[in-house]
């Protein structure tokens, strides 16, 4: 009797997991080495970085969009010959064996190595209202929802980079800007922190937490507490953009044996390699500095770390690599098409 | 004025309208009809004629567009009284309120695709829309600024393909109208709003992006009432 599985599934030399910065740069060099990689994203290429009002750290970039840094990255992702998947979900991971299994709502693909560059999501306030008025002044994106709050009353919550360069983006917008910070000082870079110090419609409110969010179709009021006396009183708002950190997207990994630290956040050695053997880790999922840069270099070591794992090193030729042509008259095109191109597309036709 | 000077450079690039063109023609199958609704004092509708004639162009004749005035009876019917309005599809499936810009790009020219060779890719729930006893409205409400958006948009553009007709997916620029998105208490997109048709009444459904299973589900269920 002839045996069929259930479903065919595709086989490749690595699986990425994730779109941000760390899984665009392992695609970016696991391809040039000649590994057929497969990049699966859920939502929407780009990662955090996507939705970043402007970057200003990111080396060769004075100043650059987050819309404009990601849709390089992903182009350059695209030039290399990396075979996106999105949106699709991964559902479940098997990676005992030497032939890693990844299960996503749509397909099974069998890879010799993973990369897990699944990023981190904003982490919720949870405090009453929160949910309730989420879409309804709660906000995460100030870079996709702060329009909205045009010549109007918004609060920031947090006090690191993210939460300051989205109040930066929002003071150009709304009338007046409460920033809500649980202690005394921003930890964001204090080239950010000057220039929202020195905003004329900012407020900050220091060594405040936010207890209750309040309103009736809409946001309009915080429920705040002064830590330092102690005191509870209200400020009027029409929304609230929240920006207090991160939690690693890790689940899936850790309910496949891959070991996370006590928040969550993947564990891996130099190599960028987990506790299982030819399963990579890299960017914000791994936790500690969650910048552009080390998410890249992450993302390049365990890249490398994948390669010379399916290959067994530069020289075992263990596995026949496929040749690898980089079309480069489309990469002439590009750039005189971004000579030309002084000022941003008004359309964006490629994903 | 900004968009004035805009329209002064060209709308799409050479490397742009070669992407289209070869894309068009590896992928279009059949001509998808683009009806563009206009008014006066519109001031994206001659951006919007533009580019659909430029695209019109690149796709060999498979797009077959008709530019009309808003009258009444589109007044009626879509509860829109400006412009513009994008209808694409045989049924006027997928609806355009306000302009596909900024990100909404990839997936209003994904949608003329999936409109002209039916791979919406949902064969196994198609039965089940195309069975719909009462019409339902899916409102995308959005931002040309919003990474996730586009991805809802098209989730809900190929249920409706699927459903020939039964469904409406309908994407609505929210600074183009904010009438609209002041309707449903909008501050965070993408929003989408579930109506039963007959009567026109809706309600906030998520906001996110929805897996595309879920959507079918609330579908089904606000179809027959629940």
């Given at each position: 009797m002839l045996l069929v599985n259930e479903y065919m599934s595709t086989k490749t030399d690595v699986v990425i997991i994730g779109g941000g910065p760390a899984g665009l740069a392992a695609g970016i060099y696991t391809s040039r080495l000649g590994l057929e990689t497969i990049l699966i994203e859920k939502t929407a290429l780009g990662g955090q970085v996507a939705v970043?009002?402007?970057?200003?750290?990111?080396?060769?970039?004075t100043m650059i969009s987050g819309a404009e840094l990601s849709k390089r990255f992903i182009e350059h992702a695209e030039l290399m010959g990396v075979e996106f998947r999105v949106p699709e979900e991964v559902i479940k991971l098997e990676l005992s064996s030497e032939t890693k299994i990844v299960k996503t709502n749509k397909d099974t693909y069998e890879a010799d190595a993973v990369i897990i560059a699944s990023g981190a999501s904003r982490k919720k306030l949870n405090v009453p209202g929160e949910k309730e008025f989420a879409g309804k002044g709660v906000s995460y994106c100030a870079v996709c929802d702060?329009?909205?709050?045009?010549?109007k009353v918004v609060a920031v919550v947090g006090g690191g980079n993210t939460a300051v360069s989205e109040a930066l983006h929002l003071t150009g917008l709304v009338k007046k800007l409460y920033v809500i910070h649980r202690r005394d000082d921003f930890r964001a870079e204090i080239a950010l922190k000057q220039r929202l110090l020195d905003s004329p419609n900012v407020t900050q409110l220091w060594n405040t937490v936010v207890e209750r969010i309040e309103g009736d179709t809409t946001v309009r009021r915080l429920v705040l507490r002064d830590l330092k006396n102690n005191k509870q009183y209200e400020i009027e708002v029409d929304g609230v953009f929240i920006a207090i950190g991160y939690t690693p997207n890790s689940k899936i990994a850790a309910d496949a044996g891959v070991a996370v630290d006590k928040e969550g956040y993947i564990i891996v050695d130099k190599r960028q390699e987990t506790n299982i053997k030819g399963v990579y880790a890299a960017g914000d999922v791994t936790g500690g500095i969650m910048q552009i840069g080390v998410a890249v270099g992450e993302g390049i070591v365990a890249a490398m770390s994948a390669f010379e794992h399916v290959t067994g090193g530069w020289y075992a030729k263990k596995k026949k690599l496929k040749a690898v042509r980089i079309d480069f008259e489309k990469f002439k095109e590009k750039e005189e098409h971004e000579k030309r191109e002084e000022e941003k597309s008004l359309f964006k036709f490629k994903l | 004025m900004s968009h004035e000077h805009e329209h002064e450079h060209e709308i799409l690039s050479e490397e742009d309208k070669k992407f289209i063109r070869d894309k068009f023609q590896k992928e279009l199958i059949h001509p998808v009809p683009i009806k563009l609704l206009v008014s006066d004092n519109c001031e994206y509708c001659h951006l919007m004629e533009d580019l659909l004639r430029i695209l019109a162009n690149l796709s060999d004749g498979k797009i077959q567009l008709t530019v009309e005035k808003i009258n009444d009876n589109w007044k009626e019917k879509?509860?829109?009284?400006?412009?513009?309005v994008i209808l694409i599809g045989e049924n006027n499936e997928v609806q355009y309120t306000g302009s596909p810009l900024g990100e909404e790009g990839w997936a209003f020219l994904e949608t003329i695709v999936l409109t002209s060779n039916?791979?919406?890719?949902?064969d196994a729930y198609e039965g089940k829309l195309k069975a719909l006893n009462r019409k339902v409205r899916i409102e995308t409400i959005v931002t040309p600024t919003c990474p996730y958006c586009p991805h809802a948009v098209l989730t809900a553009n190929r249920i409706a393909i699927a459903s020939g007709g039964k469904v409406v997916s309908d994407c609505v620029e929210a600074y183009e109208f904010p009438e609209i998105a002041d309707k449903w208490s909008v501050t965070a997109v993408p929003t989408i709003v579930l109506s039963v048709e007959e009567p026109y009444s809706g309600q906030v459904f998520v906001v996110s992006v929805p897996k595309e299973n879920q959507l079918i589900d609330a579908i089904l269920k606000v179809a027959i009432g629940e």
């Open positions: 970043s009002p402007f970057i200003e750290n990111y080396p060769g970039f702060g329009s909205f709050f045009r010549g | 879509l509860k829109v009284d400006k412009g513009p039916k791979k919406h890719g949902l």
